[in-house]
T-cell receptor, first 110, second 118 residues
Framework: KQEVTQIPAALSVPEGENLVLNCSFT??????LQWFRQDPGKGLTSLLL?????REQTSGRLNASLDKSSGRSTLYIAASQPGDSATYLC?????????FGTGTRLLVSP | DVKVTQSSRYLVKRTGEKVFLECVQD?????MFWYRQDPGLGLRLIYF???????EKGDIPEGYSVSREKKERFSLILESASTNQTSMYLC?????????????????FGPGTRLTVL
């Protein structure tokens, strides 16, 4: 059974810092991996999807990498802003289904 | 843009009531999912459907049932609500992985329904 761990569980940084969120998973037989953002009390917003054949994917200030063989993914956020404050979730995909980590809660202070 | 909508943002029900949560997507996706999210436990899959009238149990199906009569609509049913079903419920949809590699199986989520059972 796939197990997903996200480290750190919480992170507090000043505005402007570059930061890295980590995701590890136990079963490397995945089709792709998705990163989400969740604001308090809201649904999930898809940030990036990395196919299993890709090594990384970029969208604006976000860059996600995937090392399937070692069961790791990282989300890099450049020049963080207060609006980036949210919980970030990673979810590797088996056949048709995602398995979620418990997330990293990020607070970016002005 | 894909849009997934859920019938209610907030819902308060009493123990023993039958509760219906509705989800509608507008992108002709084959797959639809129901999750619940609880502090410290993350998102857990209740049921999913990969086609009309098809359903498959997720990790925590006990106490729930689902209905998918039309491709765009997926309903979650709590037959007799209990206090331990108080939670945030999230619906999602995606293209079928069987549609081919271009689908990528990316999931899109609705805004969630916060259900309180008293």
């Amino acid at each position: 059974k796939q197990e997903v761990t996200q480290i750190p569980a919480a992170l507090s940084v000043p505005e402007g810092e570059n930061l890295v969120l980590n995701c590890s998973f136990t079963d490397s037989a995945i089709y792709n991996l998705q990163w989400f953002r969740q604001d308090p009390g809201k649904g999930l917003t898809s940030l990036l999807l990395i196919q299993s054949s890709q090594r990384e994917q970029t969208s604006g200030r976000l860059n996600a990498s995937l090392d399937k063989s070692s069961g790791r993914s990282t989300l890099y956020i450049a020049a963080s802003q207060p609006g980036d404050s949210a919980t970030y979730l990673c979810a590797p995909t088996g056949f048709q289904k995602l398995v979620f980590g418990t997330g990293t809660r990020l607070l970016v202070s002005p | 843009d894909v849009k997934v909508t859920q019938s209610s943002r907030y819902l308060v029900k009493r123990t023993g009531e039958k509760v219906f949560l509705e989800c509608v997507q507008d992108m002709d996706h084959e797959n639809m999912f129901w999750y619940r999210q609880d502090p410290g436990l993350g998102l857990r899959l209740i049921y999913f459907s990969y086609d009309v009238k098809m359903k498959e149990k997720g990790d925590i199906p006990e106490g729930y049932s689902v209905s998918r009569e039309k491709k765009e609509r997926f309903s979650l049913i709590l037959e007799s609500a209990s206090t331990n079903q108080t939670s945030m419920y999230l619906c999602a949809s995606s293209l079928s992985q069987l549609a081919g590699p271009s689908s990528y199986n990316e999931q899109f989520f609705g805004p969630g329904t916060r259900l309180t059972v008293l």
